[in-house]
């Protein structure tokens, strides 16, 4: 089955063509390089939000690259939600539009599902499975009982994960995107030069807490010390804070296998430290490529695809004309 | 001419009781613009207004830098901006974060210029960061003749 996904919730306009939730025919966001040449030169970050301009070149792109015409697609699925109305509204109902010409079923997906699912594009899963969704807007952990059914056992109270690492960035001088460039200061620098802690959350210990570190990391600054060793510091506490409530929420569940997802999962230390962590404990762990870490399309034509197969004949599916955008669904 | 309010406060408990204390002062259309560095405590703030405005409110209130608006559905119903990466008004539009202006209680962190040409009433928080602990926070708004 030859599944069409689109993603615009956020920062980024993407298409996908997948075969059977796992094949990936191609995957095109379009903050890369090779589509923005199409107008002629780097998009700068603010034009690439607007998903409208970059809708159709990605979409047609995407669908030469798998050399599928549109009229071959047997599903269409795109971010229904979370994330901005506006954004989101132009990836669904271009991908509504889409089925409804060829006749053929549309299936709106969460976005969060969608990364979810992600690590399912290159590795064989069990379920259920414990899942850390770490990215710049999400720090959450789930329990992932189906590829259509999730429970959220843990999550942020307050910044994302890969929010402070752009924050430390900032304070730090070392440019956008913050995780990349921490990640690459810190491995000059010594990770035990500066010390961090992370609070507990007293009604629940697996939650986390990351706002503190900003003022942590500026009041380290004060002292003027190495950069290099800041950043390592600061990249050790998160990762520590991750892994070890990770871990321990999938031995409270009784479950072996973790997946990482989300952008922070590309980050080598912590998927060095989680894997370290695991196979102490005997646990399997497995993350996606880096493309479908970050956002992407892929994801969402592969969780499209599950949802499709787990109830092939649910008539939402082809009634889906009424399907709206949801902020937070 | 302006009305103000000053608060010395020490520790996030303290920033939270000052939001929780404004709340009532706040109605529908109105757009809260806060002012501070990072690690100033905005956030926090918003999650005391929010412990006062409405139930489980302060446990609805995520940052909203990635997400750049956060929406918390009650009565009144609270919109959540953080304009950090937005310098256009232009990308606002483009991004339809305007539908919300005069629906709500708006509370934008790092508030662009653009802002106070939006209709509704404006009130700006400003969080200065005295040591580790201690904020000093500056509330004005407009004199209602």
Same mark, same amino acid.
């Given at each position: 089955m030859l599944v069409l996904g689109i993603e615009s919730s956020c920062d980024e306009t993407a298409c996908a063509v997948v075969k059977?939730?796992?094949?990936?025919l191609s995957n095109v966001v379009a903050s890369q390089h090779d589509v923005h040449s199409k107008y002629g030169g780097v998009v700068p970050e603010l034009a690439a939000r607007r998903h409208l301009e970059n809708l159709p070149v990605v979409v047609s792109e995407a669908l030469k690259r798998a050399g599928v =015409?549109?009229?071959?697609?047997d599903l269409f699925s795109a971010t229904?939600?979370? $994330?901005l109305m506006g954004a989101l509204l132009v990836g669904l109902s271009a991908a509504k539009g889409m089925a409804w010409a060829v006749g053929r079923p549309f299936v709106p997906v969460n976005h969060l599902h969608g990364h979810i699912t992600a690590a399912r594009l290159n590795h064989r899963l069990t379920y259920p499975h414990i899942c850390l969704l770490v990215s710049g807007g999400h720090t959450s952990v789930y329990r992932v009982d189906s590829p259509v059914s999730f429970v959220e056992l843990a999550r942020t109270r307050d910044d994302a994960a890969g929010e402070a690492f752009d924050k430390a960035a900032k304070l730090m001088g070392l440019?956008?995107? $913050?995780g990349p460039a921490v990640e690459k200061a810190a491995?000059?620098?010594?990770?035990?030069a500066v010390k961090f802690t992370v609070p507990t959350i007293?009604?629940?210990?697996?939650d986390f807490s990351f706002s503190g570190l900003k003022t942590a990391a500026r009041l380290a600054l004060e002292k003027n010390p190495r950069v290099e060793d800041l950043a390592a510091s600061f990249q050790r506490v998160i990762v520590r804070t991750l892994v070890s409530r990770t871990v321990s929420i999938a031995r409270e569940q009784g479950l072996k296998q973790i997946v990482m997802a989300g952008?922070?999962?590309?980050?080598q230390k912590l998927r060095g430290e989680m894997k370290a962590a695991c196979d102490g404990a005997g646990y399997d762990v497995v993350w996606p490529e880096p493309v479908f870490c970050t956002d992407n399309a892929a994801m969402i034509a592969a969780a499209g695809f599950h949802k499709f197969a787990a109830?092939?004949?649910? =008539?939402a599916w082809r009634n889906f004309t009424r399907v709206d955008a949801a902020a937070n669904p | 001419m302006n009305r103000h309010l000053n608060f010395k406060t020490n520790g996030e408990q303290e920033t939270e009781a000052v939001g929780a204390g404004i709340a009532p002062l706040l109605k529908e259309g109105d757009i809260v613009c806060l002012g501070g560095?990072? $690690?100033?405590g905005k956030t926090c703030f918003v999650r005391g207004v929010l412990s006062a405005l409405?139930?489980?409110?302060?446990?609805?209130?995520?940052? =909203?830098?990635?997400?750049i608006l956060n929406i918390y559905n009650g009565n009144p119903n609270v919109y959540h901006y953080d304009?950090?990466?937005?310098?256009?008004?232009k990308d606002v539009y483009a991004l339809g974060l305007d539908d919300y202006w005069g629906r709500g209680i708006c509370m934008v962190e790092w =508030?662009?210029?653009f802002c106070y040409s939006l209709p509704g009433r404006k009130i700006d928080v400003i969080i200065k960061r005295i040591s580790e602990l201690e904020r000093e926070i500056r509330i004005s708004w407009p004199d209602e003749q």
């Open positions: 059977d939730g796992e094949g990936v =015409p549109a009229g071959d697609v229904f939600g979370p $994330g440019g956008f995107p $913050g491995l000059k620098g010594d990770e035990l007293r009604e629940k210990k697996t952008g922070v999962a590309c980050n109830n092939p004949d649910d =008539p | 560095d990072l $690690g100033a409405q139930e489980n409110g302060a446990d609805k209130v995520k940052s =909203p830098t990635y997400a304009f950090y990466r937005i310098d256009d008004v =508030p662009k210029n």
